[in-house]
């Protein structure tokens, strides 16, 4: 991942939480690409599912909702129809319980597939990219993005002077 806003702006996030919002997530695909919607044999998140590549967690919140079982229970029941591990059950947790999330702006998560299709991320047509996210290794494998990959080669050759 590469950061092109302050981790604080992340981070500050959690002074938005409502009493019951316990985690913040990103949308899988807002608007238009929905992978779950075609492909997903458990129930998600909202219309196109949510995307756990950048997270935050209370964690005294999920302590508080024993969180640590409910997904252990979540994955007894539901390990052979997930794709996505962890994402996944964090999509159906969310599924069934959508007062425990603070829905994060894409321009935090943003991935080609945002791209791919047309920009289905208009907050960072508007605001810019906050994070880019090289999922499925996009970002240090030379033949599977190669924008991402000569984004990722441009800031290792950059030397930061202090």
Known sequence: ???FRPIEELWS???????SQVVAIPPNDPNKVNWYQTN?????YGSGGLN???MLMNLTRLRAIGYTSMIEN???EWNSKIMWGEQDLHNIWLHYHPENLYLVPCEWN????HCIHGNVCEGAEKNGIHVLHGVCQRLVTPGKSPELFAVN???KMVIICL
Not at 40 to 44: D, E, G, L, N, T
Not at 110 to 113: I, K, Q, S, T, V
């Open 153 to 155: 080669n441009a800031f």
């Open 110 to 113: 943003y991935r080609d597939a």
């Open 13 to 19: 996030m959690f002074e938005k939480f409502n009493s």
């Open 1 to 3: 991942m590469l950061f």
């Open 40 to 44: 997903a044999k458990h129930p998600f």
């Open 52 to 54: 756990t590549g950048v």
């Open 74 to 76: 979540l994955y007894k």
